[in-house]
């Protein structure tokens, strides 16, 4: 709640700093109407964020300070928005925000992802090593089929399936040989 009221003051704030330049004839006038309008529009969605905290921060304990409209307007530069940082937790001196801590979690993080990828390569092994299977009983097969109906089509395919199959062994020594 607290985040959306400051981004939309945020965005009013430079959209005033906008309206600023209009003095030096840097915008046309369609511009400052269209900015004229934003700021009209903003100013509703600052109004219903305003009630909306106002409800929220009454009910906290301890209940934090009302904002009021008039508080908010009366900021024209980034400079002077405090108000809104005030009111919230300060967050600095928990544990979790100390570079330690930062750095634990993200290394438990990557220990996860690290497991995961070993289930999911572990799945894929089991595909590679199926694939392989089924290609050289396919392959065979066709080159049987072949020696029958054209010879040195069969000559050629043995030939190319060869040297697969020499590729196919190596990955089945590297990849499987701890299997067994």
Known sequence: MLDELERLVVMRLFELSKLSLSGTGCLGYKLRQQISKALQRRSDAIRNAINRYNTQAA??????????????????????????????????????????????????????????????????VRRLRTAIHDEEIKTNATIDQLIVTNPPLAVELRRQWQARAAVNAVHLYRHFRDWY
């Open 59 to 124: 009910a906290l304990v301890p209940p934090r300070p009302k904002l009021a409209w008039k508080d908010i307007v009366e900021y024209s530069f980034l400079g002077e928005f405090d108000l809104l940082r005030n009111s919230r937790t300060d967050i600095r001196d928990a544990d979790w925000t100390t570079p330690v801590h930062c750095e634990a979690t993200v290394k438990y993080f990557k220990l996860q992802r690290a497991r995961e990828e070993v289930q999911r390569l572990n799945i894929e």
